[in-house]
């Protein structure tokens, strides 16, 4: 089931949250759309479901029009980031709710939920209340409310994002194997650039209501197409025009001719990676990812020759070019900032 979205702007005053948007979704796909806050994702993913209307443009779901359909008609299932789960309900009835609504046999609906709960793991829970289960677990229950009446297409609005770190690790992984067996169109919003890289098959990169790149994870870390993707898309050293993923600082113990000093500021371990803080000769600061194995012969306070392995240049276009002038790397003449992403 196809989604496609054309030539989508939506206004709130003033304020221009889409401008003149298109995107398209293959069949069976699942897509994040990623941008910071106020880059207008969540208002897309919104307006695909009939929760808002464009000011202008059109939805088109498996080759209907919906543009003017209400929410109920596009055959949509759409999760929030906060469950609103009927708390005077079990599981059971929760996830039975969009069936009885709308009178389907009850024996089709004992078998349908079953059917969910079974396949979200809550089978064994089933006639709990919502305040009796762990976020992770009602999040999963809101994913088998939403497929239930078998949607079209599943939308998904920061799912994972009022829940701690390690259950929205869990999450993902779930929600990917889920994703594998059923094969349901999913567009998910998220910020967390983790997330997006682990679960989605195509990422949207969004910001100031436009669409930034589209493409496979690896592709868009790999090949940005500008400097805004390349700083929102994982860490990123920034010194003038040359950016510079930590990952691609290398850290030698004695000189070459490509390389300059350094000196080792402060050295943290996060498991198998090492984040080395450093200072170049011109009193700009960049850091770099290692291995413990490679980090072993380090310390704070002493010097070593850092070089990197590849840049990038943009231009005003977007378009990447390749370090110009007879300047180092390290000294261009602006300012330098360093993003974490």
Known sequence: ?????????????????????????????????????????????????????ADAGEVIISGED????????????FVFQHYAAFKHMTVRDNVAFGLSIRH?????????V???????????????????????????MALARALAAEPKVLLLDEPFGALDARVRKELRAWLRRLHEKMHVTTV????????AMEVADRIVIMNEGRIEQIGPPRDLYEKPGNEFVMSFLG???????????PHDVELLLEPNGAST?????????????????????NGRKLWAQTTRESAAPLEPGTTVHVRP?????????????????????????????????
């Open 114 to 140: 079953d059917e969910l709960l079974h396949l979200v793991q809550l089978k064994g829970l089933a006639e709990r209340y919502p305040s009796q289960l762990s976020g992770g677990q009602r999040q999963r």
């Open 261 to 281: 000093e350094a000196l080792i500021h402060r050295i943290t371990y996060l498991g198998f990676e090492v984040r080395v803080e450093l200072e170049l000769p």
């Open 1 to 53: 089931m196809t989604i496609s979205a054309i030539g989508i702007t939506k206004r709130f005053g003033d304020f221009v949250a889409l401008d003149d948007v298109t995107l398209e979704v293959t069949g069976g796909e699942l897509t994040a759309l990623l941008g910071p806050s106020g880059s207008g994702k969540s208002t897309l993913l919104r307006v695909i479901a009939g929760l808002e209307h």
């Open 235 to 245: 860490p990123v050293n920034k010194l003038g025009d040359v950016l510079v993923r």
């Open 309 to 341: 392995r590849a840049t990038r240049t943009f231009d005003g276009d977007g378009a990447e070019m390749r370090p110009a002038g007879d300047s180092p790397w390290w000294d261009r003449r602006v300012t330098m900032e360093v993003h974490h992403g």
């Open 188 to 195: 998910f919003v998220t910020h967390d650039q983790e997330e």
């Open 66 to 77: 919906a543009t003017g359909r209400p929410a109920r008609e596009r055959g949509v299932g």
């Open 104 to 112: 389907r046999p009850k024996a089709e609906i004992a078998r349908r």
